[in-house]
């Protein structure tokens, strides 16, 4: 019995490292997007095609679709934030690496999370947090640059320190909206309504410009919408299930690794070395941060 659910895990370890790579390179996808369309035409189509990819993952669920109350102000909270990120993450892209953009947002993010639990709920702070908040404001100036502050007030990775920021809001209201509805469910719903406000948003645009797109820029939208958001989020959903979040968590840390190297193969981005120093310990400090809680986990 042990020997199979070790074998169940290690099968889901590989499907989770499938799903971060999918992840990582979504960034190259959205970088080969911004080439082509408007924002708004792109970010119109993204969820369309988001909602339409979850109808088969629904019918294999095989639960039905319920809504409440306390779900519906978490969907509607979260969907804001879902736009206002994929505004920033365009923008953040569209004049800038999309291999700086990932390390940025994934490797902040957490610690934007930590912050914002601290500051909004009073979460205790132990001292290998306190060290993990260190290294994260180290790894976050570099990354970000700020020793030429010009330099970032004026480049996009202001853009990507929103997006970070915003990632943490929609990953609290995420934590809190499970309680109340299947995770599936609650993507799907983002999705659909994300779909109607950006309709509206782009109603003047020229939707249709998509279909004048050549072949790249389908396989670009596509794998954006489907692999990169539908696949990837609903195996990591499956897998915290099984797995626990802890573990599942410690998987995002191959996303920036994923997305750098998708970047410098099919962008031809440099490595730039302030990104990977800054990415490191940002990482590291992510790792101090959940110490504490991954000791309690296994006492």
């Given at each position: 019995?042990?020997?199979?659910?070790?074998?169940?895990?290690?099968?889901?370890?590989?499907?989770?490292?499938l799903?971060?790579?999918?992840?990582?390179?979504?960034?190259?996808?959205?970088?080969?997007?911004?080439?082509?369309?408007?924002?708004?035409?792109?970010i119109?189509?993204?969820?369309?095609?988001?909602?339409?990819?979850?109808?088969?993952?629904?019918?294999l669920?095989?639960?039905?679709?319920?809504i409440?109350?306390h779900?519906?102000?978490?969907?509607?909270?979260?969907?804001?934030?879902?736009?206002?990120?994929?505004?920033?993450?365009f923008?953040?892209?569209?004049?800038g690496?999309a291999?700086?953009?990932?390390?940025?947002?994934?490797?902040?993010?957490?610690?934007?999370?930590?912050?914002?639990?601290?500051?909004?709920?009073?979460?205790k702070?132990?001292?290998?947090?306190?060290?993990g908040?260190?290294l994260?404001?180290?790894?976050?100036s570099?990354?970000l640059q700020?020793n030429?502050?010009?330099?970032?007030?004026?480049?996009?990775?202001?853009?990507?320190?929103?997006?970070?920021?915003?990632?943490?809001?929609?990953?609290?209201?995420?934590?809190?909206?499970?309680q109340?509805?299947?995770?599936?469910?609650?993507?799907?719903?983002?999705?659909?309504?994300?779909?109607?406000?950006?309709?509206?948003?782009?109603?003047?645009?020229?939707?249709?410009?998509?279909?004048?797109?050549?072949?790249?820029?389908?396989?670009?939208?596509?794998?954006?919408?489907?692999?990169?958001?539908?696949?990837?989020?609903?195996?990591?959903?499956?897998?915290?299930?099984?797995?626990?979040?802890?573990?599942?968590?410690?998987?995002?840390?191959l996303?920036?690794?994923?997305?750098?190297?998708?970047?410098?193969?099919?962008?031809?981005?440099?490595?730039?070395?302030?990104?990977i120093?800054?990415?490191?310990?940002?990482?590291?400090?992510?790792?101090?941060?959940n110490?504490?809680?991954?000791?309690?986990?296994?006492?």
């Amino acid at each position: 019995m042990n020997l199979r659910k070790k074998e169940h895990n290690i099968n889901y370890a590989y499907l989770l490292t499938l799903a971060m790579l999918l992840w990582g390179g979504g960034w190259t996808a959205l970088k080969i997007l911004t080439y082509n369309l408007p924002m708004d035409t792109i970010i119109f189509w993204r969820f369309f095609i988001m909602a339409l990819a979850f109808l088969p993952v629904l019918y294999l669920l095989k639960k039905p679709l319920k809504i409440d109350f306390h779900s519906l102000k978490y969907i509607l909270s979260s969907t804001i934030l879902n736009i206002a990120f994929m505004v920033s993450s365009f923008l953040g892209i569209k004049y800038g690496l999309a291999g700086a953009g990932s390390v940025i947002i994934t490797s902040l993010s957490p610690l934007m999370t930590f912050l914002l639990m601290v500051l909004l709920f009073r979460k205790k702070v132990s001292k290998m947090q306190y060290i993990g908040l260190f290294l994260g404001i180290l790894g976050g100036s570099i990354i970000l640059q700020l020793n030429d502050l010009s330099l970032f007030l004026n480049g996009s990775n202001s853009y990507f320190l929103l997006c970070a920021i915003l990632w943490a809001g929609v990953t609290i209201l995420a934590q809190h909206a499970h309680q109340h509805l299947h995770p599936i469910h609650y993507s799907f719903y983002i999705s659909v309504l994300a779909t109607v406000v950006a309709f509206f948003y782009a109603f003047d645009a020229d939707l249709g410009a998509v279909f004048t797109q050549n072949v790249h820029f389908w396989i670009a939208l596509l794998y954006l919408a489907i692999l990169g958001q539908t696949l990837a989020t609903t195996i990591f959903f499956m897998a915290s299930g099984k797995l626990g979040s802890e573990k599942t968590s410690s998987f995002m840390f191959l996303v920036p690794i994923f997305a750098l190297l998708s970047a410098w193969i099919f962008l031809d981005e440099a490595l730039q070395l302030h990104i990977i120093v800054g990415g490191v310990l940002s990482m590291l400090a992510v790792y101090f941060i959940n110490k504490t809680n991954l000791s309690r986990h296994h006492e």
